[in-house]
């Protein structure tokens, strides 16, 4: 069984916390969604907070905003900078809240001694946009914005707890990850490779540096990742072509520069290679939005 924790408000929070649930659950912590409020006894803040009915309005009805902000360009009426920094900030505050709650569930898991019986995964399906490249919410493009997510093991005994890895990986990986982890009987008849690769000496599979493919099937949109290369090609042939190490928030296109051709070869190459379904699977490592 698997028990789908969506907080839609903290009036139901603490109904959910009351329920006595058994075998295998999955929390979905939905604070860090529009409007953004932040909840009851939070951190310290990480920026503006909301100071009267307009700031309050604003946030309530960011949803329908950003909404009309996208399909239209200029929206029912244009998202100021303050009002941008502090749907940011109201996001940062609902993650740190979060942040605070996983840090509970950790600890009462030790307190009664299942901690060390247990894999706990924390991930995200989706980051937000808050103005870059001219967007806000997620779902509308394939950049890092709303790709990147956090992704923390723990598994004492299992997964080091001091392991910190740099390159990234896929979420894809994850149902491999736990049937290996979990030493379940049998192969994992998901796609992926475990994680476990990274840290473990004894892993059948080598580390590599596997591209990680992403799509935004709605709006055509396709990415892959390569080192510190991210090629993006739409369905009306635009192509964005970025340099991670001197451009990590995607801001300069490549694609149209001469010194840069060679690389934005090889992204084609791989993107066709990643997309090529063969008697295996697709090669690589895929999110799909």
Known sequence: ?????????????????SCNYTGERSLNYYDAHAP????????????????????????LYWEKRRHDEFFSGTGTRHITPR????????????????????????????????????LVIVTADHGESFGEHGLYGHFHSVHRTELDVPLVL?????????????????LRDLPATVVDLLSLDGTAPFPGNSL???WRADAPIPVESDPIYSELCEYGLRAIRSG????????????????????????????????????????????????????SGTVGSRNKE
């Open 154 to 170: 723990v598994m004492p005994g299992r997964a080091p707890a001091d392991r910190v890895l740099a390159e990234p990986v896929s």
């Open 83 to 118: 009002e941008q920094v502090l749907a940011r900030d109201g996001y940062d505050d609902c993650i740190a809240y979060i942040d605070k709650q996983l840090g509970n569930l950790l600890f009462e898991l030790k307190r009664r001694r299942l901690l060390d019986n247990t």
């Open 36 to 59: 953004y409020f932040v909840p009851p006894n939070p951190a310290p803040p990480f920026g503006l907070r909301p100071e009267d009915w307009t700031d309050n309005q604003s946030l």
């Open 228 to 279: 510190p290369n991210v090629y993006i090609h739409a369905h009306d042939g635009i192509e964005l072509l970025f340099d991670l190490t001197t451009d990590p928030l995607e801001m300069q296109n490549l694609a149209g520069v001469p010194a840069a051709q060679s690389t934005l070869e090889s992204c084609r190459r791989l993107m066709a290679k990643v997309t090529t379904t063969t008697s």
């Open 196 to 198: 476990a690769r990274h």
């Open 1 to 17: 069984m698997s028990v789908n924790w969506q907080a839609f408000s903290h009036a139901h929070r603490d109904h959910y916390r």
